[in-house]
């Protein structure tokens, strides 16, 4: 699967970055108004309340879905439950992200510990590879050179990353916008698979014999746990179909929510002074809003408010849309352009830009 997987969790703590002391175009004295004022209007402070009260709604959720495949038993139409499962495993992902992110709580053990039961234990992602890759992510967004989520793999994100793509790999570059969804099915298994790569490498994002063996124990308790109760409960055959449907639209669930997020937004390396962008202008421009409502929000968890997670990633989620219009403001005062579309044109601006990128390789007919 493509590294283009973004926002789904982070680094243990993740303060507001404090400003640069330089001035001028990008430097600090940009970001410093706005963050003052964002800490003025207490959208810093934490609401475990309201994440306690979410995580609970999701827990029984989920319980309700184990009851359900017991009621049912060995039958096919157990399978219509693995969407609700879906989309609840999706808001674990959500929560796992919040928690990473310190955005739960500023204790950073218990906000590892909320993070290892939804990452590892719930989901079955490695905490420690995820926040290490996110932590390049949310530090450098949309660097070609330093985001791992806009590195050439599977998907490629510029046009001189097509560059000696020939056989597969260039078929799936000419056909990249209309593969991508497709792909998505693959990502919730993906997310399982290079974190237990990464655990098990001696160069691996653990930093200790005791965080790769808490680590490791609790993702095989995740994946001892599931099979235990999809055999125990179907047929192996039905068993095996349910976990594929389930993880395949966790993983489509996944996609709508990082897609829009900066495909195709601009590129810091790909302008003279952009290495040299300040937070602001390094967050803002890389980012995109997704409009919408409540239903908006809880679908997308919170990510519909890209620019504003980038700019402060430890806000809690309930508080990103009350900071919008500090944002929104404070961009037009500096003339930074403030992305924002709807939720259809967000994948068709992604989606647009990953084939235009794949043009150069059509226009010149690849390698079948």
């Known amino acids: 699967m493509p590294q283009a997987t973004a926002t789904l969790a982070a680094p243990a703590a993740a303060p507001e970055p404090r400003p640069a ?14 963050l003052r004022t964002v800490k003025e209007q207490g959208l810093l402070e934490r609401r475990p309340g309201w994440y306690a009260r979410g995580i609970l709604v999701n827990l029984l959720g989920i319980a309700a879905v184990v009851a359900g495949l017991v009621l049912i038993g060995s039958s096919w139409w157990a399978l219509f439950l693995a969407l609700p499962l879906a989309v609840l495993s999706a808001r674990v992902a959500f929560v796992g992200h919040d928690a990473g992110h310190a955005q739960i709580t500023d204790r950073r053990g218990l906000g590892r510990a909320i993070q ?36 050439a793999d599977i998907l ?23 593969l991508f969804f497709p792909l998505t099915t693959l ?17 691996g994002p653990c930093r200790n014999r005791r965080e790769r063996l808490v680590e490791g124990g609790l993702l095989l308790a995740h994946f001892v746990g599931y099979a235990a109760l999809l055999l125990t409960l179907l ?18 669930h996944l996609g709508m929510a990082f897609a829009p997020n900066h495909k195709g ?13 300040g937070h602001l202008r390094r967050q803002v421009l890389t980012s995109r809003n997704i409009r ?3 239903l908006t929000d809880w679908f997308l968890g919170g990510l519909n408010y890209q620019v504003e997670h980038h700019l402060f990633p430890s806000m809690p989620r309930p508080h990103l849309r009350l ?26 601006q992604a989606l647009g830009h990953l084939h235009e990128v794949g043009a150069p390789l059509r226009a010149g007919g690849g390698v079948a």
């Open 235 to 252: 047929t192996p055959l039905q068993a095996l179909v349910f976990a594929l449907v389930h993880q395949m639209l966790l993983g489509v």
């Open 292 to 294: 919408g409502g409540a």
């Open 323 to 348: 900071a919008q219009g500090a944002v929104r403001a404070h961009c037009a005062a500096l003339g930074i352009p403030y992305t924002e579309t709807g939720f259809v044109d967000s994948y068709r």
């Open 156 to 178: 490629v994100f510029a046009a001189h990353q097509t560059g000696g793509r020939a056989g597969l790999r260039g078929w799936l570059t000419r056909h990249q916008a209309w």
């Open 265 to 277: 937004m601009e590129m810091p390396d790909a302008h003279p002074d952009g290495d040299s962008w």
């Open 187 to 203: 990502e919730g298994i993906a997310l399982k698979v290079y974190g237990v790569q990464a655990l098990l490498a001696e160069d």
């Open 21 to 34: 002391r330089r001035h001028g175009k990008g430097g600090g004295s940009e970001f410093a108004p706005l």
């Open 116 to 151: 290892l039961v939804h990452a590892n234990l719930l989901l079955g992602m490695s905490r420690e590879w995820w926040n290490d890759k996110h932590n390049r992510h949310h530090a450098n967004p949309n660097h070609l050179d330093k985001d791992p989520d806009v590195a």
